[in-house]
């Protein structure tokens, strides 16, 4: 069964730090790239950061770049979203998403982990 698990949200206060996690299995792990998004009420999900298979390359969204660093570690099966100077408007679910092929049943995605920045 392929499985993303996702951990870490919480309430934060604005230009505090918050770190998730997205745990995966039933798939090689390392084989595929993995991205987390983000949705608030009314919005559309929004792209924030994808990592390339393997040792992987980070790329981000314009309104998260150099606040937000994207990690994996192949060997826990992990992908990290590490979140700092964060802001009321960052307040979202995220959502960790793996781009599997349609043989392992399509992009996979977690349930979400809710993001709450406020004073």
């Known amino acids: 069964q392929v499985q993303l698990v996702e951990s870490g949200g919480g309430l934060v206060q604005p230009g505090g730090s918050l770190r998730l996690s997205c745990e995966a299995s039933?798939?090689?792990?390392?084989?595929?790239?993995m991205s987390w998004y983000r949705q608030v009420p009314g919005k559309e999900r929004e792209l924030v950061a994808v990592?390339?298979?393997?040792?992987?390359?980070?790329n981000y969204a314009r309104s998260v770049k150099g606040r937000f660093t994207i990690s994996r570690d192949n060997a826990k099966n992990t992908v990290y979203l590490q979140m700092n100077s964060l802001q009321p408007e960052d307040t979202a679910v995220y959502y960790c998403?793996?781009?599997?092929?349609?043989?392992?049943?399509?992009?996979?995605w977690g349930k979400g982990a809710l993001v709450t920045v406020s004073s």
């Open positions: 990592i390339t298979s393997g040792v992987g390359s980070p």
């Open positions: 039933g798939f090689t792990f390392s084989n595929y790239a």
């Open positions: 998403k793996a781009a599997l092929p349609w043989r392992l049943g399509g992009d996979l």
